[in-house]
């Protein structure tokens, strides 16, 4: 996209401020900005440049606010003021003051603005804790502090290299197991000119520049779609190369990228490199480990105390994990609930207000008549939140950042009983209680978010409840689904929701318009459409949804409120957007048609074909034909290939006349065998000698490839005589055929066990018998083999012997083999006990692998006993909806969801919600 220019807009902001009369004059900013009226008057004006773009962001808002508050707020300004357009003008202007400028000091000033304002901390300045490093246990009293010494494991060889040459890198591990330590020693080799950004302020991403580590500790919270959006076209622009960018991840939260959950998330890391980080401590060479473990007895002790698990005890797991065992029973309760809460998508820090209701209903009932009666709760937040082995408890207060002495309300829970505690309770429903406190304590926001999860667990009275409290506070609280579970609703009930509904969630919009349209509502799905049409944002990047509603319904009104606004000077010159304006309105379509044009004139071939779509060819025409001399677009190739295709014979011709061949780049032969089809087709003789000379000079378009033939064959003989490609590689030889196995070398029982495990060959009785007695249970991939083997070879009574050997709690926990193992053994009592094995320890999430693997598996050997039992843990898990797919029965016998105990819920209805 197009930068804009920074005088440019400083000229129309000056204009819409003269607009307001005297509503922002110059005496009325400067006094609110802390400037002089001559200083505002000279920014305005092109004669002065704000040191720092807070200046000039106040500037901005100042204006906006002055016509906000005067109802003044045209959709031109509103538009105009969004503080993105601003960053990168002023960041562009600052490069260019900083290199072009003849002036010496300004050129220092600009240098020096250009430094303060590129996000982020120089490499040598971080602080490893503030970037989420943890604290390492201490040594005693005479003993080391600080971070242990540093030992290297093998996947710090890639990503040191992914870390110099900046790549996306995403380090999946548990909690605990050196994520953070890793990625910080892996930035400690880069040059000092390097920086670190951690976001806080997504506004600053504009602002990146050349040798900046993105630094995301928690992307499960930063990566919202809309900053995955942001962050990838930052991350793979070459103009800012090398940009590095480090994103931390649990197991857990990988696998809902994984499913499909966070699209734009999960293009930005899915493209980069993965890196595991395993829970066991192998060190890359022991003798290092040697040495920095006679230097530091906490690496010694680490290695005697926890076996291989060397960075949990070093972060002080074992201690943490036995204050939420063995602690009080109040205090087991806090921690509990701090994890329910985390676990079900609560930001940290915690109110404590909320977890200190919340813990009231996970005693005992014998537990609660000991404490009911007594203050409780300053003696298990102090347990809780005691320090063990020189590290923080499993509950830390989070102290506010103020000048004078305050209090803490809020509470963090320790990153690793985060994840122990969400494994350990993943098919827990929180207590009664839990939601008590949420629906009384709980912000809007964080209402919202647990209603989700409670209509997860089928809890929907529950959800309910919580979307009506978080619609009433003017939160856009999933409106379609609370309508979708309110049972018996009438016009009142929808009427009340589609007036609660705040428009600014788009998508939630939809759905809402979607569930309406289910129900044969047409007055609330008018009166919806209505109050999008003349409240939504039109810089939102959802603002599509909208345009597609109204294209594709009757509403006049509802479209003349939309257009009234003028939407073509302001909406995002989002390509999907043309189409469904041009439905709506064409001259409004035409309109923003020529300023998509405009402020993208160097990426037109994303631009041409939905152009053409929506009837807007002489527009395309008519830009190209005014493109100034040294402007042509960026990717010429892909424009010519998308103009040829599209029918622009003429452009085509222009484009290529104005073109010089040294200009074109080919990533492939395809693309050069299209560019040489256009020259020839136009008689283009000098042109296309010239890119055929470019084809032959390089290897990487000579190089042989399998469809070469149908790339070229378009091109006139004449053309293609010309190229010089390289000749097709000889097919290697072919291996000579592999004789019948040979079972004489194999002496022991278990040489012949494995060698028949991994080749065909013939095998005597006695060899299978050897084979099935001896065989290795814990490797899966050969007893699975020598099982098919003995199946293939009739070798009944073998494979019956080694079936009798199968001890399913003493096998591998590995979900897909041993469902293949099932499958392998057929419908029998031990596949049905291997199963029962997977059914118990598999991820209960409904994920790709339990749909494809263990539900075909199930259903392969006939077992409906283990596939109900799994449906109820997937249910306990928070899928309750795919527990009634499988079990269809649930629904009637939950017809209004059901209680956190379990049981069925009372027939509820709109005037029992809270």
């Not at 629906?439 to 989700?452: I, K, W």
């Not at 402007?631 to 998308?642: A, F, H, K």
């Not at 073998?798 to 399913?808: C, F, M, N, Q, S």
Request: aromatic fraction near 6%.
């Amino acid at each position: 996209m197009t930068q804009p220019n920074y005088y440019e807009l400083m000229a129309r902001l000056d204009r819409a401020r003269k607009d307001l009369g005297g509503l922002a004059s110059t005496r009325s900013l400067g006094r609110k900005l802390g400037f002089s009226p001559t200083t505002v008057t000279k920014w305005l004006a092109g004669q002065a440049f704000p040191q720092h773009v807070d200046s000039l962001v106040a500037l901005v808002a100042a204006i906006r606010d002055a016509a906000q508050r005067n109802s003044r707020l045209t959709p031109e300004l509103d538009a105009l003021t969004t503080r993105r357009p601003w960053d990168i003008a002023y960041l562009a202007e600052t490069r260019a003051r900083a290199t072009d400028t003849a002036d010496a000091v300004a050129r220092g000033a600009a240098r020096q603005t250009l430094a303060a304002t590129r996000p982020g901390l120089p490499v040598d300045q971080c602080d490893p804790l503030r970037l989420g490093v943890k604290p390492a246990i201490d040594g005693g009293a005479d003993g080391p502090t600080g971070l242990p010494r540093y030992v290297r494991r093998a996947h710090d060889v890639p990503l040191g290299k992914a870390v110099a040459d900046g790549q996306v890198i995403t380090l999946i591990g548990g909690s605990s197991t050196g994520k953070s330590r890793s990625a910080w020693e892996a930035i400690q080799t880069l040059d000092p000119s390097w920086r670190v950004w951690r976001p806080g302020d997504w506004g600053e991403l504009d602002r990146i520049e050349p040798h900046t580590v993105v630094w995301l500790d928690e992307p499960q919270t930063q990566l919202t779609e809309e900053n995955s959006r942001y962050l990838g076209a930052v991350v793979s622009d070459t103009a800012r190369a090398p940009v590095t960018l480090i994103a931390q991840m649990w197991h857990e939260v990988w696998r809902t990228l994984d499913d499909g959950e966070h699209p734009e998330a999960a293009r930005l890391l899915l493209a980069g490199q993965v890196i595991p980080i395993p829970a066991e401590f192998n060190p890359l060479d022991p003798a290092e480990w040697a040495a920095a473990a006679a230097a530091d007895p906490r690496l010694a002790r680490a290695a005697y105390e926890a076996g291989m698990e060397v960075t949990q005890y070093l972060a002080g797991v074992p201690a943490l994990i036995d204050v939420y065992q063995h602690g009080q029973p109040m205090t087991r309760a806090l921690i509990t609930a701090a994890v329910d809460a985390r676990r079900l998508g609560l930001p940290a820090p915690l109110p404590l207000d909320f977890l200190a209701e919340a813990a009231t209903g996970y005693p005992t009932d014998a537990e609660w008549q000991q404490v009911h009666d007594q203050d409780w709760l300053p003696a298990a937040l102090a347990e809780a939140s005691k320090p063990v082995r020189g590290l923080p408890g499993p509950l830390r207060p989070d102290i506010p950042r103020t000048r004078t002495r305050s209090v803490s309300t809020d509470v963090r829970l320790a990153l690793y009983l985060e994840e122990y505690g969400s494994i350990q309770r993943r098919t827990e429903i929180p207590k009664a209680a839990f939601w008590d406190a949420a629906h009384r304590f709980g912000t809007p926001e964080q209402q919202a978010t647990l209603a989700t999860r409670a209509d997860g667990f089928g809890l929907y009275r529950i959800g309910a409840s919580l979307r009506k409290a978080a619609l009433s506070a003017g939160h856009p609280a999933g409106p379609a689904a609370l309508l979708e579970h309110v049972p018996d609703a009438g016009d009142d009930v929808i009427a009340w929701i589609v007036e609660h509904t705040p428009v600014i969630d788009l998508r939630q919009l939809e759905d809402l318009d979607r569930e309406l349209a289910r129900r044969d509502e047409p007055q609330a799905r008018a009166a919806l459409h209505r109050r999008a049409a003349q409240a939504a944002s039109l810089a939102d990047p959802e603002i599509v949804r909208l345009v597609r509603w109204l294209a594709t319904s009757d509403d006049n009104a509802a479209t003349a409120d939309f257009l009234a606004r003028r939407p073509a000077l302001a909406m995002p010159t989002n390509v999907n957007l043309l189409g469904p304006l041009a439905q709506v309105d064409h001259a409004e379509a035409e309109i923003f048609a020529k300023r998509m044009l405009t402020e993208n004139s160097r990426h037109l071939a994303w631009f041409v074909h939905p152009m053409v779509a929506a009837g807007f060819r002489h527009t395309i025409r008519a830009h190209l034909l005014a493109l100034p001399a040294g402007e042509e677009p960026d990717e010429i190739v892909r424009v010519l290939e998308v103009l040829h295709d599209n029918n622009f014979p003429d452009e085509v011709r222009y484009l290529l006349e104005r073109t010089d061949p040294a200009d074109l780049s080919f990533d492939h032969l395809r693309d050069a065998a299209r560019v040489l089809q256009m020259l020839a087709d136009l008689a283009m003789t000098d042109q296309l000698t010239a890119v055929i000379a470019m084809v032959n000079q390089d290897s990487r378009l000579r190089r042989w490839s399998p469809n070469r033939e149908a790339m070229l064959a378009n091109l006139p003989l004449d053309v293609s005589s010309r190229l010089r490609l390289d000749p097709e590689p000889q097919p290697p030889a072919p291996r000579p055929p592999r004789s019948s196995i040979n079972l004489s070398p194999y002496t022991r029982a278990e040489d012949v066990a494995e060698a028949f495990a991994t080749e065909m060959g013939n095998l005597t009785l006695a060899a299978a018998d050897k084979a099935a007695q001896s065989a290795d249970m814990a490797n899966l991939e050969r007893l699975l083999a020598l099982l098919w083997h003995l199946r293939a070879g009739g070798q009944h009574d073998a494979r019956d012997t080694l079936v009798e050997r199968i001890e399913p709690n003493l096998l591998p926990s590995r979900t897909e083999k041993l469902c293949a193992l099932a499958r392998e053994l057929g419908p029998s009592a031990a596949a049905k006990a291997v199963m029962t094995k997977v059914v118990a320890e598999c991820d209960p999430w409904y994920s790709k692998s339990i749909r494809r693997v263990v539900l075909s598996a199930l259903e392969a050997i006939g077992a409906t006993d283990l596939i109900a039992r799994l449906a109820w843990r997937i249910a306990d898990a928070g899928n309750f909806a795919a527990c009634t797919t499988l079990l269809p029965h649930v629904v009637r016998q939950y017809p209004y969801g059901r209680d956190p105990n379990r049981e069925p819920s009372f027939r509820w209805s709109w005037s029992d919600l809270a």
